[in-house]
């Protein structure tokens, strides 16, 4: 059985201005995509990883990832990119492919583990994170707390 993780990283970071896409801003001293294409390539289950990158980034990906990781460029839309990874790693023999927002720097090891888990059982899964924040209604005035209790992150 071959993993595969699927870095989605084609965006242009428009809504969060910088000089570059947010994937390729600093964050802890590299750049964010980084330390979602670490996350995995460090995880003894995955075995590989490929990264998706919007079409002009190719220089740029691998001033910041090196050449140890594969680039596919993506499309206009998020569903595109996905869709755009998901062809390139039909032809490489992946069975499972875990998909993943290079603007969600900060994955844990565990949360790998739960979906590689959950994949032995289902076709599909998501990872499913309570809620920690503090909720409120509201839309310019800030309304009532939300109770948090039954809420997931995915």
């Known amino acids: 059985m071959t ?27 590299k750049p ?9 390539s460090s995880h ?8 998706v990158i ?39 023999g992946v069975t499972r492919v875990l998909i993943h927002d ?3 720097p900060f994955l844990p ?3 790998i583990d739960a979906l590689l888990a959950a994949l032995d059982h289902a076709p ?3 990872p499913v994170l309570p809620v920690a924040d503090t909720l409120a209604t509201g839309d310019t005035t800030l309304g009532d707390n939300v109770p948090r209790a039954g809420l997931n992150r995915i």
């Open 3 to 29: 993993r595969a993780a699927l870095v989605v990283a084609a965006g242009k970071g428009v809504r969060a201005g910088g000089t570059v896409p947010k994937q390729f801003a600093m964050l802890c001293g």
């Open 32 to 40: 964010m995509l980084a330390h979602s294409v670490s996350a995995f």
């Open 44 to 51: 003894p289950a995955v075995a590989q990883t490929t990264v």
């Open 54 to 92: 919007g079409e002009g980034q190719e220089d740029q990906a691998r001033e910041n990832l090196g050449e140890s990781v594969s680039f596919v460029t993506g499309g206009a839309e998020r569903r595109d990119s996905v869709r755009a990874g998901l062809e390139a790693l039909t032809t490489q």
């Open 102 to 104: 290079a603007a969600r």
């Open 109 to 111: 090891a565990t949360v």
């Open 124 to 126: 599909g899964a998501v």
